[in-house]
């Protein structure tokens, strides 16, 4: 091979090995995209919105492990999370912290109550008129340290903790941030929902 070209391809190479390193550093330790599913989170995320989730605000993971550094600072109340699923840590779920570490939580007739004062919840969606016992009642409960109660906003149509339990804070894979794609096909790209912070 031409010397000259020989070297090109070589710069070439090692570009690329420098932009997949760089890569796997920011997916890893910033940012990683998610596409979202399922209705859950309606109206506030749609099916086919594709977010960007920050993973350094509550502490970087070290991989491999559980073990988490550097938090900037803890969830929130109302934070949209992305998370490994309790019942199958393959999967991503996303929701809304309702509870923190030592909040108590009480729903009555779809309507939630934390430490006594009911939630003024404007993104909350409900699509079934009528009651159901555990999913539209549940509490008093309190959320034990190191963990998190969380909600869809599509409340009636959500599976979440009021099913399965508590998130543990070191399987929180970050907050979601920015909707930066959102289609519901090929021929119908919202336009209007791209860089649009997740709230």
């Known amino acids: 091979m031409n010397p000259r070209w020989q070297k090109l391809l070589l710069e070439y190479l090692e570009a690329l090995a420098v932009a ?9 330790f910033v940012v990683q995209a998610f ?4 209705g859950s989170m309606l109206d506030t995320l749609l099916i086919g ?77 409900h699509t079934d008129p009528g009651i159901q016992a555990r999913r539209d009642n549940f509490g008093p409960i309190t959320v034990p340290p190191g963990k998190y109660f969380v909600m869809g906003d599509n409340r009636d149509e959500s599976y979440d ?11 929180i894979r970050g907050k979601a941030w920015v909707i930066y794609w959102s289609w519901d096909g090929p021929s119908d790209i919202r336009w209007s929902r791209i860089g649009r912070l997740v709230r």
Not at 20 to 28: D, E, N, P, Q, S
Not at 161 to 171: A, E, L, N, P
């Open 35 to 38: 596409k979202i599913p399922s």
């Open 20 to 28: 997949l390193v760089l890569a796997l550093v920011i997916r890893t």
């Open 161 to 171: 903790s009021r099913f399965w339990g508590f998130v543990d804070k070191d399987k």
């Open 49 to 125: 919105d594709h977010l960007l989730v920050n993973k350094f605000l509550y502490g970087t993971h070290i991989p491999f492990t559980d073990k988490v550094i550097f938090p900037i600072e803890d969830p929130q109340h109302e934070d949209v999370i992305v998370f490994e699923f309790p019942e199958d840590t393959s999967k991503d779920f996303i929701k809304r912290i309702i509870g923190v570490p030592g909040d108590v939580l009480e729903m009555k007739d779809k309507v939630v109550y934390r430490n006594g004062q009911k939630l003024d919840e404007p993104y909350v969606k």
